[in-house]
């Protein structure tokens, strides 16, 4: 069981846009920058969006981040069957004193 | 270039020893807080600790799945940093990644340069 929630999978067709969830609690999303991780499937994972909405130099703008409150969300547009890969959350939680990741959410591009 | 090379990894048996290394080049080690992360098959990702930077007294924190078992390390002269796995268990057996760990505060960590990661099988 995470500590951050995600779906377990999401889907859409080519060029369409998906949304990826991430809930957590006032000790972690809540206080604290969240970031984004791709994992194409076979290699490492991959810093996607950091600081909430900072996209690292060689992001695309489809790739955006955001948050409210105890939640954060993954915006991706344009979906490419490139995109196909496992994504995960992840943030520091103050009351574990622990780096925490949601689950990862596996995206299908139809 | 920039990057991080995992070695060490291999098939061990439950109770005994590892110790993996994670080699960096093309940036100042120095500078740079450290954290291990690992990923059993079929798994997500999971936090196992950090070492901080000598500026901030290269402090550690494991955790708690690993804590007394795990130890981080770092040699700046050699630009590695170091996962010493003590009374290894079957469910340590996992693919082990490095990172570079990028801001002062974990308030702000991200994890912007990984390794390739190194694969560690536990099993008698």
């Known amino acids: 069981q995470s500590v951050l929630t995600q779906p377990p999978s999401v889907s859409a067709a080519p060029g369409q846009k998906v949304t990826i969830s991430c809930s957590g609690s006032s000790s972690n999303i809540g206080n604290n920058y969240v970031s984004w991780y791709q994992q194409l499937p076979g290699t490492a994972p991959k810093l996607l969006i950091y600081?909430?909405?900072q996209r690292p130099s060689g992001i695309p703008d489809r790739f955006s981040g955001s948050k409210s409150g105890t939640s954060a969300t993954l915006g991706i547009t344009g979906l490419q069957t490139g995109d196909e890969a496992d994504y995960y959350c992840g943030t520091w939680d103050s009351s574990l004193s622990a780096w925490v990741f949601g689950g990862g959410t596996k995206l299908t591009v139809l | 270039e920039v990057q991080l090379v995992e070695s060490g990894g291999g098939l061990v048996q439950p109770g005994r020893s590892l110790r993996l290394s994670c080699t960096a080049s093309g940036f100042s080690f120095g500078d740079y807080a450290m954290s291990w992360f690992r990923q059993a098959p079929g798994k997500g990702l999971e936090w196992v600790g950090f070492i901080r930077s000598k500026a901030y007294g290269r402090a550690t924190e494991h955790a708690a799945s690993v804590k007394g078992r795990f130890t981080i390390s770092r040699d700046d002269s050699q630009s590695v940093a170091y996962l010493q796995m003590n009374s290894l268990k079957t469910e340590d057996t996992a693919v082990y990644y490095c990172t570079r760990v990028r801001a002062g505060s974990p308030l702000y960590w991200y994890f912007d340069l990984w390794g390739r990661g190194t694969l560690v099988t536990v099993s008698s």
């Open positions: 600081e909430n909405n």
